[in-house]
């Protein structure tokens, strides 16, 4: 029984598929439906102000610690911003799909990313980035250790930014599927309790999509600073 309960709470986190094909990419690109496309007007309404507001708004707080350089990197980090909080709040929807729950996916998004920003890094200024593995002052008998250290320190970079917004995204998803659970126990046996722990679930989902912006914002804060140091 415990076996079946298990298999069920994570049932959510599989990847739907229909005839055999992974729905995955489709569920990514039914987000795009969500960005309000502006038409061939002169007058601009309320919602197109408010959308290049916000994106202003993010973009210049994005880029602030990146110099001028690493600015050519603008378009693609709100690109990825703008995707990933629409992914993890589709999540948030009845009968949906959230594709960020998906560790292989964050990996596939945070690999390519800080590898070129360590690239660009070797390629602009080798000998500062190299530097970076070598704190200065160093003792010469703790230089290999340091060394080794500061380059797992660098390799497990793109693994932690892909396993928090992972981790974060499934541990709110799962309190929420067992505390929805425990509602649908309770409304049999006790109303008032049941009550009271469908308003803990409400508050529960207004923090699921606080954290949902929140870590997109990270993710993609984070690949700026990772940035920053290399150009």
Do not use: C
Request: hydrophobic letters at 55%.
């Amino acid at each position: 029984m415990t076996l079946a309960t298990n298999l069920n709470l994570f049932d959510q986190f599989l990847v739907p598929k229909l005839f055999g094909m992974s729905l995955l990419i489709p569920a990514m690109l039914l987000t795009t439906l969500l960005i309000y496309n502006p038409q061939d007007r002169w007058l601009s309404n309320p919602l197109t102000t408010l959308q290049a507001w916000l994106i202003a708004k993010t973009t210049k707080q994005i880029m602030t610690p990146v110099n001028k350089p690493g600015h050519k990197w603008s378009l693609m980090l709100i690109s990825l911003l703008t995707m990933l909080i629409l992914n993890n709040l589709l999540g948030l929807l009845p009968y949906t799909f959230t594709p960020t729950t998906q560790l292989s996916m964050n990996m596939a998004l945070a690999l390519p990313l800080w590898l070129a920003t360590v690239l660009i890094g070797l390629r602009n200024k080798p000998a500062s980035s190299l530097a970076h593995l070598l704190p200065e002052g160093t003792p010469t008998p703790l230089i290999p250790i340091l060394i080794l250290i500061e380059t797992i320190s660098l390799l497990i970079r793109p693994i932690a930014l892909a396993v928090r917004l992972t981790a974060n995204l499934t541990a709110g998803h799962l309190l929420m599927h067992l505390i929805s659970t425990a509602v649908l126990n309770l409304v049999t046996t006790s109303t008032l309790l049941a009550g009271l722990t469908l308003s803990i679930l409400a508050l529960l989902m207004l923090l699921e999509i606080a954290v949902a912006m929140i870590q997109a914002y990270v993710f993609t804060l984070l690949l700026s600073l990772y940035l920053q140091e290399n150009v």
